[in-house]
């Protein structure tokens, strides 16, 4: 039999800040978020309660009630860390535990609670640990998870155990809200006059789903276990981080080289276990006078070698301003992805790609990886559209590039550069560029490319000539036809 | 021990007789590895491009941001594989001086390309000469402006031409270990597969 404890935190964001000693908390305060386009209470603390500010107010009517009353907006991305965070400290008390967002975790507890005394013992020792921590906590313990959650939720006291096979005589108690279902639903279950979970006993299943939905019947049936309701553990994501703190603060460059050194080697040994590397570190180095500096580097592919994370950080590190020294380090790795094992030694291709892709992070992270790019083909028939450029670390070399046609310039002008023409002609007889006259001497064309219709973008014509200057310079003149008068552009430039 | 093999070990490096060997152009004159070399003129992207389809590995294009002419890689394709193309964009002069020389520095890159306004300095080019000759790759430094007193080993000046057969016309215009000459050129189409692998075909020197 599943036992299942659900660990329901009431003030989560509220106590969020008492711990982390926030001073607004100590007088009538109040964790607020914008709720029906208003701001609203969503959590208030002991002195605000007792001055009348209830949950659901709006802030401006909490106010009038209570004058001091202060208030923060809420934080859900914190929250979320907080609560995730706490998920790995209930890791001692059970070996599956899953987060059920935003204010609660669900244990699975089958098979582990006689190793603390039984469940009662075991949900005391919990609830005291929590307030330990100043965390206010209610417990449900059930057969399912729906159950659990429920009894945490609307339970008599801080703590309720349904003994097992007891469920539904617990549950049935319990108000209509406890049900999971989509709020319409349980509006139309209370305005039909069902108040708790037990009145609904009495009907059955089939008459329930043709008058209120399938998801009544659902949320009920997962209450009471007829239908499976898994505890979904989210494995615990590894995280890639070390970090380190100094009796005394440091500033010599070689020293933070030494501490960085030591933390990557942490991390690299806890990616290389996974078989893990990842394309960004960063280091938090906490100055004692001016606060945290965070510092990241890239790289082009997947890394785990400590030697390469530390001449990395060189530059950045060097850039840095200490001036009474850092006394605590973290050095944390982003972007995590497999690592591609291969024997670099016996093939030389391989370690020639190594060699590029680190050649690519020193360049990336100076000038930034943007700026790094590799063509990649296009199947277009425009010139200008046969290429594409991407991030090197982005795109993949190999690709095939068939250029079996006739000669095409080496250097193409992305927007075509107008001509002054001197003796017009077709092409023109002369030409003024860049100050410089050219005189033709041959050409062959044109070349005519019909647009790409589909595109919405320039729908004309185009005609390239290949052109042989007196002056040497070979060019790609372009012109649209049926323009009047004729313009002429130079598209490009011939090796 | 030779000379050079000292100057080698002494910076921690193991002298590679393969990587360090010079790109054959004809009998008698070859563009030496490990090196960088100016090129002028404009006809400078043909013998580049014909120089890097002779050496093998990535080439490191370093160019400015910003440029309104791109190299068209479908017109490269002629000479070597663009997916061999690494492009580097800086900002100013400083960006470019510098991703040049860690990229030669390197050993990523087989061949390593700077587009620069004026020549390097002497301080630049020895700067880059250094990290050449740590890397072993081909350092070229295509010029749009003027050259300036350099430390670099050659420097070709690279003419187009009005000549249906020899588009081109390449000078050698100073040469460290003494290499003269002058050529009328003729492009190989690499996929056509001409002069296989891709090798530039010299006329005889019309002067020299």
Not at chain 1, 62 to 73: G, V
Not at chain 1, 143 to 157: C, P, S, V
Not at chain 1, 274 to 301: E, N, P, Y
Not at chain 2, 41 to 63: D, K, Q, R, Y
Request: hydrophobic content about 40%; some cysteine.
């Amino acid at each position: 039999m599943r036992r299942v404890l659900c660990l329901w935190l009431p003030h989560l964001p509220l106590e969020r800040l008492v711990r982390k000693g926030d001073a607004r908390t100590e007088g009538p305060f109040a964790i607020i978020a914008e709720q029906k386009s208003a701001w609203r209470v969503t959590h208030a603390n002991a002195l605000a309660v007792q001055a009348g500010v209830t949950e659901g107010q709006s802030l401006p009517d909490a106010r009038a009630i209570c004058p001091a009353l202060l208030s923060a907006p809420a934080d859900p991305p914190r929250e979320q860390a907080f609560l995730y965070a706490l998920r790995r400290w209930a890791d001692q008390f059970s070996p599956s535990v899953a987060l059920q967002p935003p204010e609660a975790l669900l244990l699975d507890i089958a098979g582990v609670s006689h190793l603390f005394d039984g469940e009662r013992a075991m949900a005391e020792h919990i609830a005291e640990a929590l307030t330990d921590m100043q965390l206010t906590s209610r417990i449900g313990i059930a057969d399912t998870r729906a159950a659990a959650w429920a009894l945490a939720r609307f339970g008599d006291g801080t703590l309720q155990i349904a003994t097992e096979g007891q469920v539904k005589a617990v549950i049935a108690s319990m108000p209509i809200e406890a049900l999971d279902c989509p709020e319409a639903r349980r509006q139309e279950l209370k305005r039909t006059g069902f108040k708790t979970v037990g009145d609904l006993y009495a009907i059955r299943p089939a008459d329930l789903a043709r008058r209120y939905g399938i998801e009544v019947v659902n949320a009920l049936s997962a209450l009471t276990g007829y239908r499976p309701d898994p505890v979904e553990q989210s494995a615990l994501e590894p995280s890639y981080a070390a970090r380190m703190s100094l009796p005394e603060p440091i500033g010599l460059v070689s020293d933070l080289q030494e501490v960085l050194k030591r933390l990557a080697e942490q991390v690299c040994a806890r990616l290389r276990d996974k078989v893990m590397g990842a394309r960004q570190f960063s280091l938090i180095v906490r100055c004692v006078d001016t606060g945290d500096h965070v510092l990241h580097v890239g790289f082009a592919k997947p890394c785990d070698t400590p030697a390469s994370i530390v001449s990395q950080f060189t530059h950045p590190l060097g850039k840095l301003k200490i001036q009474f020294g850092a006394d605590w380090f973290r050095l944390s790795a982003e972007q995590v992805e497999p690592v591609r094992n291969r024997q670099m030694v016996l093939e030389h291709a391989d370690a020639e790609t190594d060699a590029t892709a680190q050649l690519i992070s020193t360049l990336g992270n100076r000038l930034g990886f943007d700026r790094i790019e590799r063509f990649l083909p296009r199947n277009a028939h425009l010139p200008p559209r046969r290429f594409s450029v991407t991030e090197a670390t982005r795109g993949v070399a190999g690709a095939g590039w068939i250029s079996d046609r006739d000669e095409r310039p080496v250097l193409l002008f992305q927007e075509a550069e107008p001509l002054e023409v001197e003796k017009p002609g077709r092409p023109p007889q002369s030409f003024v560029w860049k100050r410089d006259t050219y005189h033709v001497e041959a050409a062959s064309g044109p070349e005519r490319y019909t647009p790409e219709w589909w595109q919405d973008r320039d729908l004309r014509t185009r005609d390239y000539w290949r052109v042989q200057t007196e002056e040497g310079p070979r060019f790609w003149l372009l012109t649209y036809p049926g323009a009047k008068p004729a313009s002429w552009y130079l598209a490009g430039c011939f090796a | 021990m030779s000379n050079t093999d000292l100057k080698y070990a002494d910076r921690g490096m193991v002298f590679e007789p393969g990587r360090h060997a010079s790109v054959r152009l004809e009998d008698g004159v070859s563009v030496a590895r490990g090196k960088l070399h100016e090129v002028c003129g404009n006809g400078s992207l043909g013998f580049v491009a014909c120089l890097v389809g002779l050496v093998e590995g990535p080439v490191i294009w370093v160019g400015y941001k910003g440029q309104r002419a791109t190299l068209n890689p479908d017109g490269l394709a002629a000479f070597f594989d663009p997916s061999r193309l690494i492009m580097v964009r800086g900002l100013n002069r400083a960006d470019v001086l510098w991703a040049g020389e860690q990229a030669l520095r390197h050993r990523g890159a087989g061949c390593v390309v700077m587009e620069l306004g004026d020549g390097p300095d002497l301080r630049e080019s020895r700067r880059l000469q250094i990290a050449a000759e740590e890397g072993g790759a081909l350092g070229l430094a295509i010029l749009r402006g003027r050259a300036q007193t350099s430390a670099a080993h050659m420097r070709w000046q690279c003419e187009a031409q009005n000549n249906r057969d020899y588009p081109a016309r390449w000078d050698i215009t100073k040469s460290k270990d003494g290499q003269r000459g002058s050529w009328r050129v003729r492009y190989t189409n690499r996929v056509r597969g001409e002069n296989a692998p891709g090798l530039v075909s010299l006329a005889s020197a019309s002067a020299a």
